[in-house]
């Protein structure tokens, strides 16, 4: 059974940095496009980073230049690193597949920005 388990996040002040990671069982980050996700109060889920099996990387425009995800095919994890933050970036974190498969949500991390 596929367990995502996300972690990193915290309270930090505007123009700080935080890296989350999302450590997975069941092995589907070497075989899958990844992706982070983020969902604030009262939002709509949004996708905010993607990295294909290759490595290639996508971003929304909102963070692109500020976040960048990674992954380590061997440790199962995948990891986003967020620089410049801003008090918008405040939400709960959540990694899965791309597209996102339902089953595979977990309980996120919160990250909270202060400005």
């Known amino acids: 059974q596929v367990q995502l388990v996300e972690s990193g996040g915290g309270l930090v002040q505007a123009g700080g940095s935080l890296r989350l990671s999302c450590a997975a069982s069941?092995?589907?980050?070497?075989?899958?496009?990844m992706g982070w996700y983020r969902q604030a109060p009262g939002n709509q889920r949004e996708r905010v980073a993607a990295i294909s099996r290759g490595g290639a990387s996508y971003y929304a425009d909102s963070v692109k230049g500020r976040f960048t995800i990674s992954r380590d095919n061997a440790k199962d994890t995948v990891y986003l690193q967020m620089n410049s933050l801003k008090p918008e970036d405040t939400a709960v974190y959540y990694c899965?597949?791309?597209?996102?498969?339902?089953?595979?949500w977990g309980q996120g991390t919160q990250v909270t920005v202060s400005s």
């Open positions: 069941g092995s589907i980050v070497g075989a899958n496009v």
């Open positions: 899965n597949t791309v597209p996102y498969v339902q089953d595979y």
